[in-house]
């Protein structure tokens, strides 16, 4: 079994969050970030991400009031706005098609709500190589935690030592660890500007079609 992440590993997702972010923050009557900006930010969900957005700070906490208000902007916005800019990143649906073809058990898994993350999946024509789809209103925790990977796990009927995670930021490296799953990492995504081999994963490929090699599947 194979698990992967969505944002930053299958999708470069970020166009369409910037635009969601510059619109909340028009709405707001602040001044606008633009994508570059906001790229640094992806990667922990929704709510962090406009936490992010109102503080310009990667951990602060805004009021409750401001927070509240800006984050029903943004869903708002993101609902209209989930796929339009959004693109697979090179090599994925060479890399789905080819763990597909030989039989893994493929499963998506992400901190993105279930009401964002199932119509992405489809726009971009590939919701039907997961047999599930686990998203970050599936279990009562997101990762890091490691309920959403062993919820996958139960899923499956596959031990954890029969598991992988792919993933793009040292929390899919957490959740990996925490639930005793190998994990590869992809170069290209949203760490925050960190290099991903700094989390120290089993190994770390520049497409998602290099994984099939990697496995020597």
């Not at 401001?66 to 959004?86: C, K």
């Not at 039989?103 to 590939?126: H, M, Q, S, Y």
């Not at 996958?152 to 031990?159: L, Q, S, Y």
């Amino acid at each position: 079994m194979i698990l992967i992440d969505l944002d930053g590993t299958l999708v470069d997702s970020v166009p369409d969050l910037a635009y969601c972010v510059d619109e909340m923050m028009k709405q707001l009557g602040r001044p606008v970030w633009g994508e570059a900006k906001v790229r640094g930010w992806v990667g922990n969900g929704v709510e962090r991400l406009v936490k992010r957005a109102l503080t310009d700070d990667l951990y602060a906490e805004p009021e409750d009031a401001e927070f509240e208000r800006a984050l029903h902007i943004f869903n708002d916005l993101y609902q209209v706005n989930t796929s339009q800019r959004s693109r697979l990143f090179p090599g994925v649906r060479e890399g789905l098609e080819a763990l597909q073809a030989v039989g893994v058990k493929l499963g998506c898994v992400t901190n993105k709500a279930a009401r964002f993350t199932e119509p992405l999946l489809r726009d971009k024509g590939i919701r039907d190589f997961f047999g599930i789809v686990v998203s970050g209103d599936t279990t009562p925790q997101k990762k890091p935690h490691p309920a959403p990977l062993l919820h996958a796990a139960d899923f499956f009927k596959v031990e954890p030592a029969h598991a992988m995670m792919v993933g793009d930021s040292m929390h899919d490296v957490e959740a990996a660890r925490a639930a005793g799953y190998a994990v590869v990492a992809v170069s290209y995504g949203y760490n925050h500007g960190v290099d991903i081999r700094e989390a120290k994963p089993d190994a770390v490929i520049d497409s998602m079609a290099e994984l099939p090699a990697l496995l020597q599947l």
